[in-house]
């Protein structure tokens, strides 16, 4: 294993590595969170985002891989909070992120009550950003329903509390919504969520490739990548240092990661990889990340993280 200090911290909390799975992907069922847990290359775990029920999700085909990165409209396939819950309340020996998905501000209400409730002290994050509830908008596309939101929450919720962003395509919406989150006792900021709503056309079939939606979906992936590092970037410019960035996004390669990190990430998180090459990749991405660390003479992530040289 490394020698090289690849560690992030997150409210005080100590993440080993600084590989997360991005939520969604291997990691609805206990087996697949249990994987993840056990590869020596991972920090920690993200939970597929809960609801307060049980769902089955959107009617399949709903992930597609393209060429260059993946479009899904999964539509929150999960097996309920309570399942979640009790998994990331019995030991283990990695930081766990659970993550909840309201359908509505209420149900994100009621879910941040069981959680404060409940005995479970580690980090929640709240998903703000799911594409492809049908009917549902994004809320934090919403900066005073998102501001609404965390004054309703933050009134009674006093435990470790981070958010899922959407990806934010114009300079004036980051200032706006890093105005709204550095008013709260954030833990962190995980971005990016899928790229909204995009379309894959197969040419020969003259076909969408998803079905849900009419075949319009969140895109991950490689393509996302420049957008992902812009939100990574332009939010690490703007929120207080208290609030920690999981980048997420596009990341294929050690310099994918190495990027995410000179923009800011405190860790950062793998989803369309993960899927595509199987949880190989984090020792993989790894081996990558250190060549280029060492070549360049650094010890720690902490030697270049945030340092992005602009000209
Ligand atoms: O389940 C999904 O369709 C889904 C979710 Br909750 C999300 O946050 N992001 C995404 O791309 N898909």
Sequence with gaps: MSKLDLTGQINGLTFNQLFLNASGVHCQSTEELDD???DPYMGGIVTKSATLAKRDGNPAPRYYELQNGSINSMGLPNYGFDYYIKYVLSDHAKPTILSVAGLSAADDVKLLHQIQDSDYDGLTELNLSCPNVIGKPQMAYDVDGTRALLDEIFAFYKKPLGVKLPPYFDLVHFDQIAAVLNKYPLTHVNTINSVGNGLWVDVASESVVIKPKGG???????MVLPTALANVRALRQRLNASIKIIGTGGVQTGADVFAHILCGAELVSVGTQLQSEGLGV??????????????????SLSDFRGNLKTI
């Design 36 to 38: 993840l847990l056990n």
């Design 216 to 222: 319009f979906g969140g895109l991950g992936g490689k």
């Design 282 to 299: 984090y020792k993989r991405l790894t081996t990558e990340l250190e060549r280029i660390m060492t070549d360049k003479g650094y010890q």
